[in-house]
């Protein structure tokens, strides 16, 4: 911390442990031992490390508002939002363990009908939630390069398992009203989610012990909501606790009454699933009237974190706030961007980008003040992991990270993780909380963004590595959504498919997609922001014949869209699809620019063009006549 302050109260506790926190201007306030803050740092600088952690908390009467802006991380924080400040384990410190009879009336969750457990797990600390995976046996602990870190493995479901997602419709009310029902949003009648709800209240009441955690989603107090969620494993708490916002007092929690809860039975199946006209005996259900969802048969983490953000896309556009599956960070200058697109994309690791802070990485808002991350970490696939490739993401990999489906081999009497090892699946992933990237945003908000990248893996291996997009391009582009479906995103996916989801997160959307669309033309007409399809899937051929497009060349598209130097290249129309592409950028090979150049067989790449803009027709009659305007004219043109 680059802050010249010592807490007065620090120093009277320990002369000696204040000298070493004065010497490494450490702020300590609050309820932290300055004796286990000294003796750490002490150990840490004996052993010449860099400290391994530095806990504080910012107050109203240590930081007052004088108008000084304060350090932190190359940043610099208005008074305001230092005290809000949530950075380090430790911060994350409101965990209460209640016993007795009364256990689930003095936690809230009497009111769900759950009164059984006599020992309620609220809110642990990290630390705690390790400990108790440990002591249960939930996992292995894999000795990783920047220290331990719990691994799990979520049996035969390791992606969601969209066939068995449900929402129930009540007669009469708002949502049956406004929900886009169909093959994402499937509908299912209220009498068997009442079934359901009573099963997952019954299996809890027959626990002695269970696991609760209470917190927020979406970083914008304007549109933030609170959420539950009651868990039988400490692993799956450890889960939400690294992807949703940690409280970080106690005050911010008491007679906490959730805007959503989820009752997360994933031990338990619906052994009545043909009678209840589901697909099968996994069912996650949602009931937007009654605040609550519950999940059966499945352990996979990512059901608890996506389900919230269908609420979210449901809730926020109602009060005229774009909800938006896209990882999000800013330059030094303030200047936000947002990158689009479905997972295997690039989304996490593109907008880990070190000269640059990171605001999210998969899941945000856009209201009339900028943007907002509605998450409190980052979920990163872990294939072929390296620190060479995915520095951020690797070193993200340490002690409270989580890491899931991730092989591990012996190495020296330890486990290791085994990146390059899919024998499980190819959808090996990590959980960690926000702060364990070095250059994360810390007020997880900033301004209207200047560009907006919707990335899409193209499996035929004909759209450019990047392209400028008109603004009605652009809502042609983000209502189709093309992309492939990567191997192990979701259950039977081996190897990429062309696929279109509407607003590059279909299977997230409860609202038909012409209404994000219609915000988003909103947002880009007040903002002026710049929209940009940037391709990182195949180059030189279709899958199977050409080759993934390079991280290295990828990045420098990227980058020069961010400098701002392929706004200002020079650009040829492409014939068939209308989109500008650049013919240089720095560091790119030109022919890798104009895909058709790399491709051997040049009638062979106009073919596969046509029938790839054929498909975007095809798929784009669906839109004709909807929303505010029709953008079927700004898509491709077959001659």
């Known amino acids: 911390l680059n802050i010249g302050i010592c807490s007065t109260a620090a120093k009277m506790l320990l002369s000696g442990s204040s000298r070493i926190l004065c010497n490494h201007n450490t702020l300590i306030v609050g309820r932290l031992s300055a004796r286990t803050v000294a003796v750490r740092l002490a150990s840490d600088a004996s052993n010449n490390e860099k400290p391994s952690f530095v806990t504080y908390r910012v107050v109203a009467n240590v930081v007052p508002n004088t ?82 870190t719990f691994t799990v493995d979520t049996g035969k479901f390791t992606g969601r398992s969209p066939k068995d997602k449900w929402i129930v419709k009540n007669p009469g009310t708002e949502s049956e009203r406004l929900l886009d029902w169909g093959k994402v949003n499937q509908p299912t009648k209220p009498e068997v989610y009442k079934e359901l709800y009573e ?33 039988d494993l400490a692993w799956q708490q450890h889960f939400v606790s690294n992807m949703f916002i940690r409280p970080t007092s106690e005050q911010q929690i008491e007679n906490f009454e959730p805007d959503f809860t989820i009752i997360n039975c994933c031990s338990q199946v619906d052994e009545d699933w043909k009678r209840h006209g589901l697909n099968s005996e996994v069912a996650v259900v949602f009931n937007v009237e009654e605040k609550t969802a519950v999940i059966f048969g499945t352990w996979y983490g990512g059901e608890n974190k996506k389900g919230i953000f269908s609420l979210m896309n449901y809730w926020l556009p109602l009060a005229d706030t774009l909800s938006m599956h896209c990882s ?104 960690y909380p926000i702060f364990h990237i070095d250059n994360y945003h810390v007020p997880q908000m900033a301004g209207h963004p200047k560009n907006i990248l919707f990335l899409t893996c193209d499996a035929f291996g004909v759209l450019p590595p990047v392209s400028k997009l008109s603004p009605y391009q652009a809502m042609y582009h983000f209502l189709s959504g093309y992309t492939a479906k990567v191997a192990g995103t979701e259950l039977g996916i081996k190897e990429p498919q062309a696929t279109f989801s509407a607003c590059f997160g279909a299977a997230f ?131």
């Open 509 to 639: 959307l409860t609202l038909h997609p012409t209404v994000y669309a219609d915000l988003l033309a909103k947002k880009l007409k007040q903002h002026y922001s710049q929209a940009w399809l940037v391709n990182t899937g195949w180059a030189g051929g279709a899958y199977g014949v050409g080759q993934r497009m390079s991280i290295k060349d990828t990045r420098a598209c990227v980058d020069a869209i961010l400098d701002g130097s392929a706004l200002a290249a020079d650009f040829e129309k492409d014939e068939i699809f209308g989109f500008e592409i650049p013919t240089s950028l720095p560091g790119v090979d030109p022919k890798v620019l104009n895909p058709k150049h790399a491709w051997p067989d040049q009638k062979a790449f106009e073919e596969t063009a046509k029938k790839l803009g054929q498909m975007y027709i095809d798929n784009f009659k669906k839109y004709e006549g909807k929303g505010s305007m029709d953008y079927t004219k700004f898509g491709p043109s077959i001659k």
């Open 199 to 231: 099963k997952a209240v019954k299996y809890f009441n027959t626990k002695d012990k269970v696991y609760v955690f209470d917190g927020f989603c979406g970083a914008n107090p304007k549109t933030q909501k609170k959420i539950r969620f009651v868990h």
């Open 328 to 431: 999000a960070n800013v330059g030094k200058k303030g200047d936000s961007a947002l990158f689009f697109g479905l997972s295997g994309t690039g989304k996490t690791t593109l907008s880990a980008d070190p000269h640059r802070s990171l605001i999210g990485d998969d899941e945000h808002g856009w209201d009339e003040d900028g943007i907002f991350n509605f998450e409190g970490g980052c979920y990163a696939k872990t294939i072929d992991l390296t620190e060479e490739k995915e520095p951020d993401i690797y070193r993200a990999i340490k002690k409270d990270a989580l890491l899931e489906n991730v092989m591990l081999k012996p190495k020296e009497g330890k486990l290791v993780p085994a990146y390059d090892d899919i024998s499980k699946t190819p959808n090996g992933r990590v959980s």
């Open 67 to 148: 108008g000084k802006t304060y350090a932190h991380g190359g940043q610099h924080l208005t008074a305001t939002q230092y005290r809000g400040l949530a950075s380090g384990r430790d911060l994350y410190n409101v965990s209460k363990t209640v016993t007795g009879p009364k256990a689930c009336s003095q936690v809230g969750i009497d009111k769900l009908g759950i009164t059984g457990p006599t020992t309620v797990y609220k809110n642990l600390t990290y630390q705690e939630l390790f400990d108790h995976e440990v002591a249960n046996k939930e996992g292995e602990v894999a000795s990783c390069k920047y220290g331990e």
